[in-house]
């Protein structure tokens, strides 16, 4: 099974930084990763697909990069809406897809 | 719009069962494979089962195989998990989701709470 991994755990920030969470996979997954945003009580919501590509409406301070085992998520300058947890999944080889453990964004 | 729904949760005693069901609208249902994901209080995403367009193909997490079924009725636009011999450690919002490319559509969630 492939092994996700996320960093750090949890961030805090503020408003207009700008903030990057890793996702390490166990082996190569090409760009077969995918970015999500949580907030409380609600379901995940796609951010970033393939790797790289902006899911539709998706705010463009959001990216991401990455190939093989390194994966970057990036928010350009943060805004208050963008306080959630973030999580990746890597759909290469399944069964099972694997999420990361996730990171919590907060407030400074 | 494209959406899902679930349903079907509630409160059930170790060992029991519990069918959740997930109406799908605004896309074609059947051209697509489905998932359920859950996530317990408090903690991450856990993948539980998919199921491909045509039924040929189903996979299960090791934590669920042999307790849980996945199954669709692409003529009712609806998919289902039926899920037997429940520990407390099942409890958690299950989470329907289509899957292209990564899960790109999710349903709002249905509660499952284990317990006696």
């Known amino acids: 099974d492939i092994q996700m991994t996320q960093s750090p755990s949890s961030l805090s920030a503020s408003v207009g930084d700008r903030v990057t969470i890793t996702c390490r996979a166990s082996?190569?997954?090409?760009?077969?990763l995918g970015w999500y945003q949580q907030k409380p009580g609600k379901a995940p919501k796609r951010l970033i697909y393939a790797a790289s590509s902006l899911q539709s409406g998706v705010p463009s301070r959001f990216s991401g990069s990455g190939s093989g085992t390194e994966f970057t998520l990036t928010i350009s300058s943060l805004q208050p809406e963008d306080f959630a947890t973030y999580y990746c999944?890597?759909?290469?080889?399944?069964?099972?897809?694997?999420f990361g453990p996730g990171t919590k964004v907060d407030i400074k | 719009e494209v959406q899902l729904v679930e349903s079907g949760g509630g409160l059930v005693q170790p060992g029991g069962s519990l069918r959740l069901s997930c109406a799908a609208s605004g896309f074609t249902f059947s051209s697509y494979s489905m998932n359920w994901v859950r996530q317990a209080p408090g903690k991450g995403l856990e993948w539980v089962s998919y199921?491909?367009?045509?039924?040929?193909?189903?996979y299960y997490a090791d934590s669920v195989k042999g307790r849980f079924t996945i199954s669709r009725d692409n003529a009712k636009n609806s998919l289902y998990l039926q899920m037997n011999s429940l520990r407390d450690e099942d409890t958690a919002v299950y989470y329907c989701?289509?899957?292209?490319?990564?899960?790109?559509?999710w349903g709002q969630g249905t509660m499952v709470t284990v317990s006696s």
């Open positions: 082996q190569g997954i090409r760009n077969d």
């Open positions: 989701a289509r899957l292209y490319g990564e899960f790109d559509i």
């Open positions: 199921i491909s367009s045509s039924s040929s193909t189903i």
């Open positions: 999944l890597q759909h290469n080889s399944y069964p099972p897809f694997t």
